[in-house]
């Protein structure tokens, strides 16, 4: 007997979707992930999630009627109680499937914020 796989090809951990909106740059700049592969966002959220979890994100920017679907994966988890009062959530990264598409739109969005030593949700 075969294992059907997911929407997103995988085998093995959880598939879940997830909406998330970002409305002002300060937010996104917060929640960007840029230093993992294909880039990635930092949710708030106080759902268990495992590493590796499969994620489909719906993913609304700005003002942008249209919510961008984006495939992704658990690569960061700041559970409660964490260090330096940190929200409660986990990291997604974006699959190659998006093309680079999500982290494109994103860094349009952030243009001369990226540099900055501003805090992060993350790092």
């Given at each position: 007997m075969s294992t059907p796989m997911g929407p997103l090809g995988g085998l093995g951990g959880q598939q879940r979707i997830l909406s998330f909106a970002i409305k002002d740059k300060s937010a996104l700049y917060a929640s960007f992930m840029?230093?993992?592969k294909n880039g990635g966002l930092f949710i708030p959220t106080t759902k268990k999630y495992q590493l590796g979890d499969e994620i489909f994100l719906l993913l609304q920017l700005m003002e942008e009627p249209d919510r961008i679907p984006v495939a992704g994966k658990v690569v960061w988890i700041t559970p409660a109680g964490a260090e330096g009062n940190?929200?409660?959530?986990?990291?997604?990264?974006?699959?190659?499937?998006?093309?680079?598409?999500a982290r494109s739109k994103i860094e349009g969005y952030l243009a001369g914020a990226l540099g900055s030593e501003r805090p992060t949700h993350t790092m």
């Open positions: 840029p230093f993992i940190r929200s409660i959530g986990v990291g997604v990264q974006f699959s190659e499937q998006d093309k680079g598409a």
